[in-house]
DNA sequence: TCAGCCCATATATTTTCGGTATGCCAATGG
DNA sequence: CCATTGGCATACCGAAAATATATGGGCTGA
């Protein structure tokens, strides 16, 4: 089955003549002709009626015709679907996002990406510090939102704003009568730490503000997510220095407080595999730039 | 579009191989290569990964993929359909039907009918005396069933039955006590008689038996239809001589008997347009048949 | 580093498609 | 009754596209 055959049978079941419709397909009327009686030789029975005033479809015609028209549309709408995905216009994304993130960017993101690509149909992931590389790597996720980024030869990263560091301690904590905390205040309290990066140890943004400003405190646990760094905050078990925007999902009980001498900051970046090059990358990256900057 | 790409898309995607569909495909490899490339370029952007152990389809390729599929099936499909109406496998049909027959016919005939062709579509229409012909040459239905048959240089026509005439009187009729009603009793007597043929007026079948038996009847009311006749027939307006069957559709306070010595029938025929090519005739035609004829 | 696998490219051959010219049939009109 | 017209079918030719064969080139794994 040819599929010009078809569009050809369409045109003269519609135009119910050969003439008619050879002139609307911009072709002459012998090989239209020609094409109609190759048809039916393949479907093996008349698709025609032969009058002197023109062609008239035969039952099976009908029957033919029914399907034809919808498998036409099909074949050009999946070429279409297949440009508007390249394109961008259309498509699935797998976001993955960090919990950090969550509350604070979410809300915003995800009207915006409605905005830009109104088809889109969006799959979420939590990652957490442990597994995200994997993710990304097994193309479990198109793209992450990160803090702080990915480094790692395969994934490209954009850095797309950036989270001032604030202290997180519990409302009945002295330090928390102070407008602003110094930094000298911290020097030998016990600290949450969030998992350290795992190329590159020495690269934490918590622990190089500490290294700068040669204060020690002492890890008092170590934990996965921002979350469970402000249950311990909580429980009393030390303090945690966190992104900003951690405070959105902070449990009631918890202040955060701005580090005086200290404008350090943690980046927030769009993630994805260097062989990705869906153009809806391009896309969540543009919305999370608009969507992240005035963070 | 040409659905041949569209076929080797399909192929490559699921072999998600190039030689190895080029090998389902009984076709070398080069010029199946080629054809992907050429689909490539009509829709404008890669479809497949070619990673160095074979192809992977991309988003693109993934959305097409998902219409192509359907495409191909509802086109072969087409096809298939139009060769079953040609076939007389599937269809529709229009059949035409006198009133005398409904009850006595199409009880039994719609489901002989379903057994034959199982995915059938049946469309029924009353038909009169007066409007039969017509109908069937607008083509506005594809078979009659008639009784008698039309004669018409346009409509074919074949014999599948007979129905013995009978008479029908009032149950309060004194002849009701009879078994058999002599021809001679019914001389004189009002008919209530029904329309006679179009073409040839002298060949009714009831004019024919009273002529033969020298039985004079008045002709009390003209009508349409058996239903009509047997009300006036109940009203005391006259008797009637109609085919047995009627009585299947008799109101209480008719009775029937048969004439003695006059075995004369009415033809129960199949008919429809001599230009109708319609496979679904002739395996109406054979249910009819073996419906119609013992009755 | 060499063989094997797999896709891409090049060239030749065959198929098929579309165009022009023309024939055939039926209906229409003088 | 014949000529004209409208419409489809057939014949033939040139062009385009598809397929086959031969070959190149990159990555992989032994």
């Known amino acids: 089955m040819d599929l010009r055959r078809l569009r050809y049978f369409v045109a003269v079941a519609e135009a119910r003549s050969v003439g008619k419709a050879a002139e609307r397909l911009r072709m002459a009327q012998?090989?239209?002709?020609?094409?109609?009686?190759?048809?039916?030789?393949?479907?093996?029975?008349?698709?025609?009626?032969?009058?002197?005033?023109?062609?008239?479809?035969?039952?099976?015609?009908?029957a033919l015709l029914a399907r034809a028209g919808e498998a036409l549309a099909l074949a050009a709408d999946g070429v279409e679907a297949a440009r508007a995905v390249a394109a961008g216009r259309r498509g699935r994304i797998s976001i993955g996002y960090m919990f950090a993130l969550a509350n604070a960017v979410l809300p915003r993101l995800i009207p915006e990406l409605r905005r830009s690509i109104p088809g889109i149909e969006l799959h979420?992931?939590?990652?957490?510090?442990?597994?995200?590389?994997?993710?990304?790597?097994?193309?479990?996720?198109?793209?992450?939102?990160?803090?702080?980024?990915?480094?790692?030869?395969?994934?490209?990263?954009?850095?797309v704003g950036a989270q001032p560091l604030m202290l997180a301690m519990p409302i009945r904590s002295p330090l928390s009568r102070l407008g602003a905390v110094p930094m000298a205040k911290l020097h030998g309290r016990p600290l949450i730490a969030l998992p350290r990066p795992e190329q590159d140890p020495a690269s934490s943004a918590v622990t190089a503000l500490l290294r700068r400003h040669q204060v020690v405190m002492p890890i008092a646990s170590r934990v996965e997510t921002v979350h469970s760094a402000m249950s311990l905050v909580l429980a009393g078990e030390g303090l945690a220095i966190l992104p900003a925007c951690a405070k959105l999902g902070a449990p009631q009980g918890i202040v955060f407080r701005p580090l005086r001498d200290a404008t350090d900051s943690i980046?927030?970046?769009?993630?994805?595999?260097?062989?990705s090059h869906s153009p809806l990358i391009r896309t969540f990256l543009k919305c999370a730039e608009k969507v992240v900057a005035p963070m």
Request: glycine content about 6%.
């Open 30 to 62: 012998p090989p239209l002709s020609v094409q109609i009686r190759k048809l039916e030789a393949e479907v093996g029975a008349p698709l025609f009626r032969r009058g002197t005033r023109g062609m008239d479809l035969t039952e099976a015609g009908q």
């Open 124 to 159: 979420f992931a939590e990652l957490s510090a442990s597994t995200r590389e994997a993710r990304l790597l097994d193309r479990n996720v198109t793209v992450a939102l990160c803090m702080p980024a990915i480094n790692h030869p395969e994934i490209q990263v954009a850095r």
């Open 267 to 275: 980046d927030v970046a769009v993630c994805w595999r260097r062989d």
